[in-house]
């Protein structure tokens, strides 16, 4: 969808314990990328999931680090017949264990956005907010949960371009993705893939596509993922215009999938999940996430949930029918096994406001978590980054985010460290919910031009 509320929450989750990831033989194979789709294995993989992050925006808690909320949801996700979460926001200082352990025990795969509302950037005003105070706490949650087989994916940002205007912030978003992954390289991780979950924005969708994928390998990202409301039902493949963005991203070199889909405008028949499974989208779709789990005030929710008990709601048994019928395509799905670069988009206004393609430098102060690591996280409690000072100052050159080392750090200790969540959960549009009790509300300005 393409607006997003930016909420920035106070709020008070009591820290959790540090602790070592305590990785085991778990039945997940790894997940990887080839040319543009993803592989566990030799097996094409597609994301079929759903988003999960109970309570919202106006109650940000890890559900991570919520064992018993999390096996309580799990016995859901089996029964809908997923494969993936994607969580909003986690807390860098918990333990993630038990449920990250269970969850691989279902052969289900996390992906994660690494901000938090307090530790974010500032689409408005990118620069100070692109500093080593934020740079430290995502690191931190990629040290929380680079230990597990069944990671996924890492989102660098969620939305920060939310309309032409604010492609001006794409520099910001392009240099954390840089940042993560050569944190990743550095440290020695597992190279789990890291990409943007982009806002549908018609006017710039292509050209922050190539944007993420163009310049020098080590400032490209690993995929990309947007938010995508344009099929509401009753619709179809050629009627939603999703066969066109087949076309359009057609040739692209990465992965793509939906980190949101599911318009609530009318009762929802999901009949975008046989085309997404289909191969009218898996030579250039990989799958996607259903928005979401739990039911909230923006009413997308599949169940509701109610202490220690879930409800299903109508739309949990439409999609879980839908899932059932929507069988992979058969070997390799057409994806196009070459990927490779996009060329740069040009400087275009009012639509695309990136005037060349040199990116911010990393902030001196956040060059030595490379070599150091990132240590204790700020957690969800932190006083938060947006204006802490020691912001980046010049420009990169290409190659800048090249791993220097590779890193001694074994997969099975990791420090899961931290304190802080900025998340950017992102809440529909048409969404009248009384949002957040906290800071800063953003909404987008845009609200209806490319809703179908
Ligand atoms: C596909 O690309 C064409 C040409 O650039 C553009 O006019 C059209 O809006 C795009 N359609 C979608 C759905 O992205
Ligand atoms: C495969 O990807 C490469 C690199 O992006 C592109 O040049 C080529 O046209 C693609 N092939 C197809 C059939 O899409
Ligand atoms: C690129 O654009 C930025 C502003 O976005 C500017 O600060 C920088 O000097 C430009 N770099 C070059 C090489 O033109």
Same mark, same amino acid.
């Given at each position: 969808m393409?607006t997003s509320t930016?909420?920035?929450?106070?709020?008070?989750?009591?820290g959790a314990?540090s602790?070592?990831?305590?990785?085991?033989?778990s039945?997940?194979?790894p997940?990887?990328v080839?040319?543009n789709a993803?592989f566990?294995g030799?097996?094409?993989?597609?994301?079929?999931?759903?988003?999960y992050?109970?309570?919202?925006s106006?109650d940000v808690a890890d559900?991570?680090?919520d064992?018993?909320g999390?096996?309580?949801?799990?016995?859901?996700f089996t029964k809908?017949?997923i494969n993936?979460?994607?969580?909003?926001?986690?807390?860098?200082?918990a333990?993630?264990?038990?449920?990250?352990n269970a969850l691989?025990?279902a052969g289900i795969y996390?992906v994660l956005d690494?901000?938090?509302?307090k530790?974010?950037l500032?689409?408005?005003?990118?620069n100070?907010?692109?500093?080593?105070?934020?740079l430290?706490?995502?690191?931190?949650?990629?040290?929380?949960?680079?230990?597990?087989?069944?990671?996924?994916a890492?989102?660098?940002?969620?939305?920060?371009?939310n309309?032409p205007e604010?492609?001006?912030?794409a520099?910001y978003?392009?240099a954390?993705?840089?940042?993560?992954?050569?944190y990743?390289r550095n440290?020695?991780?597992?190279?789990?893939?890291?990409?943007?979950?982009?806002a549908?924005?018609?006017?710039n969708?292509l050209?922050?596509a190539?944007?993420?994928?163009?310049?020098?390998?080590?400032?490209?990202?690993?995929?990309?993922a947007?938010?995508?409301?344009?099929w509401c039902d009753?619709?179809?493949?050629q009627q939603?215009?999703?066969?066109?963005k087949?076309?359009?991203?057609?040739?692209y070199?990465?992965?793509?999938?939906l980190?949101?889909y599911?318009?609530?405008?009318?009762?929802?028949?999901?009949d975008?999940?046989l085309?997404?499974?289909?191969t009218?989208?898996?030579?250039v779709?990989?799958?996607?996430l259903?928005?979401?789990?739990?039911?909230?005030?923006s009413?997308?929710g599949l169940?509701e949930?109610n202490?220690?008990?879930?409800?299903?709601?109508?739309?949990?048994t439409t999609?879980q029918?839908q899932?059932?019928?929507a &069988?992979d395509p !058969?070997?390799?799905g057409?994806?196009? *096994?070459?990927?490779?670069? =996009? #060329?740069?988009? $040009?400087?275009? /206004?009012p639509?695309?406001?990136v005037?060349?393609?040199?990116?911010?430098a990393?902030?001196d102060?956040a060059?030595?978590?490379?070599?150091q690591?990132a240590?204790?996280?700020?957690?969800l409690?932190?006083?938060g980054?947006?204006?802490?000072?020691?912001a980046?100052t010049g420009?990169?050159?290409?190659?800048?985010? &090249?791993?220097? !080392?590779?890193?001694?750090s074994?997969? *099975?200790s990791s420090t899961? =460290? #931290?304190t802080? $969540?900025?998340? /950017?959960?992102k809440?529909?549009e048409?969404?009248?919910?009384?949002?957040?009790c906290?800071a800063?509300?953003v909404?987008?300005?845009?609200f209806g031009?490319?809703?179908l």
């Amino acid at each position: 969808m393409r607006t997003s509320t930016l909420a920035t929450l106070a709020l008070g989750a009591a820290g959790a314990a540090s602790a070592a990831v305590v990785k085991r033989a778990s039945g997940v194979t790894p997940v990887s990328v080839k040319g543009n789709a993803f592989f566990a294995g030799d097996d094409r993989f597609y994301i079929r999931g759903v988003d999960y992050q109970p309570g919202g925006s106006s109650d940000v808690a890890d559900p991570i680090a919520d064992e018993d909320g999390c096996k309580r949801d799990i016995v859901e996700f089996t029964k809908l017949g997923i494969n993936a979460v994607r969580v909003y926001t986690v807390d860098n200082t918990a333990n993630h264990d038990a449920c990250m352990n269970a969850l691989a025990d279902a052969g289900i795969y996390l992906v994660l956005d690494v901000n938090t509302p307090k530790y974010s950037l500032n689409r408005a005003d990118p620069n100070p907010s692109y500093n080593a105070v934020y740079l430290q706490s995502i690191f931190a949650t990629i040290d929380a949960f680079h230990g597990y087989d069944n990671t996924l994916a890492f989102f660098s940002g969620n939305e920060v371009v939310n309309d032409p205007e604010s492609s001006a912030a794409a520099p910001y978003v392009k240099a954390v993705t840089r940042d993560i992954r050569s944190y990743i390289r550095n440290r020695g991780y597992r190279q789990i893939p890291v990409g943007y979950s982009a806002a549908d924005v018609s006017e710039n969708r292509l050209e922050m596509a190539e944007y993420m994928n163009c310049g020098s390998d080590d400032e490209r990202s690993d995929f990309f993922a947007f938010n995508d409301y344009s099929w509401c039902d009753p619709s179809s493949f050629q009627q939603s215009g999703w066969d066109q963005k087949v076309k359009n991203f057609t040739g692209y070199g990465l992965p793509i999938f939906l980190s949101e889909y599911g318009c609530n405008h009318a009762t929802r028949d999901f009949d975008e999940v046989l085309s997404l499974y289909s191969t009218d989208m898996s030579p250039v779709y990989s799958g996607g996430l259903v928005y979401e789990y739990s039911q909230e005030p923006s009413k997308y929710g599949l169940v509701e949930i109610n202490g220690d008990s879930v409800s299903e709601l109508t739309d949990f048994t439409t999609l879980q029918s839908q899932f059932a019928k929507a &069988t992979d395509p !058969q070997g390799d799905g057409g994806y196009n *096994s070459t990927g490779g670069a =996009s #060329g740069c988009p $040009a400087y275009s /206004s009012p639509n695309w406001l990136v005037m060349n393609d040199t990116l911010p430098a990393i902030p001196d102060g956040a060059k030595k978590y490379m070599t150091q690591g990132a240590g204790t996280g700020p957690g969800l409690d932190g006083a938060g980054s947006q204006n802490a000072g020691g912001a980046s100052t010049g420009t990169a050159t290409a190659g800048s985010g &090249t791993a220097s !080392q590779t890193g001694s750090s074994s997969s *099975s200790s990791s420090t899961s =460290s #931290g304190t802080n $969540a900025a998340v /950017s959960i992102k809440v529909p549009e048409w969404s009248f919910a009384p949002l957040v009790c906290g800071a800063v509300v953003v909404m987008s300005t845009l609200f209806g031009a490319t809703l179908l």
